[in-house]
T-cell receptor, first 114, second 114 residues
């Protein structure tokens, strides 16, 4: 079955540490996205990528970085510059051909500070 | 800047009753998506609405879009406990080729009591 796999499910970050969240999809989608969700809130866009080797900042990119070296993979690094990283992080993907296909979401990674 | 507002944010209702969730947005768009999220879980796509007057129905849920009023509604008919979840609307800013730049509402937490 096609889908999006995020790992790990839970992650703990120490002060001053960078951590990387994995996102892999086998849906053959061109576009991929990273969102942050805080308790009781909607999703906010961190970064998105329309195609391999290209990505754009979303609304809250500060303190985060991404790469898109392969179509299937879009890892997110939460850097030490992100002072409030505790949140639920969701990766999504969508087909290039049009708005009639909704974004598909992974199961998320819950990040906490130690 | 596109803003998306849902109301109510919390809704507690009894089984068998009908109710409507409203999603207002601030700038022109004809691409609106409804998602469902169970506690601690990912987002599941419910409806894709792509034109003025669009109406989609699935079981006890019906969604509609009025692009002139910048309003979408999600109507629940004869609610059952299984529909308890948080419901999000998301509007596409529509400015990106090959990707969807979604702005999410805050979510409506729906609790259906026996």
């Amino acid at each position: 079955d096609g889908g999006i796999t995020q790992s790990p499910k839970y992650l703990f970050r120490k002060e001053g540490q960078n951590v990387t969240l994995s996102c892999e999809q086998n849906l053959n989608h061109d576009a991929m996205y990273w969102y942050r969700q805080d308790p009781g809130q909607g999703l906010r866009l961190i970064y998105y990528s329309q195609i391999v080797n290209d990505f754009q900042k979303g609304d809250i990119a500060e303190g985060y970085s991404v790469s898109r070296e392969k179509k299937e993979s879009f890892p997110l690094t939460v850097t030490s510059a992100q002072k409030n990283p505790t949140a639920f992080y969701l990766c999504a993907s969508s087909a290039r051909q049009g708005p009639n296909q909704p974004q598909h979401f992974g199961d998320g990674t819950r990040l906490s500070i130690l | 800047e596109l803003k998306v507002e849902q109301n109510p944010l919390f809704l507690s209702m009894q089984e068998g009753k009908n109710y409507t969730i409203y999603c207002n947005y601030s700038t022109t768009s004809d691409r609106l998506y409804w998602y469902r999220q169970d506690p601690g879980k990912s987002l599941e796509s419910l409806f894709v609405l792509l034109s003025n007057g669009a109406v989609k129905q699935e079981g006890r849920l019906m969604a509609s879009l009025d692009t002139k009023a910048r309003l979408s509604t999600l109507h629940i008919t004869a609610a059952v406990h299984d529909l308890s979840a948080t419901y999000f609307c998301a509007v596409d800013e529509g400015r990106i080729q090959g990707a969807q730049k979604l702005v999410f509402g805050q979510g409506t937490r729906l609790t259906i009591n026996p």
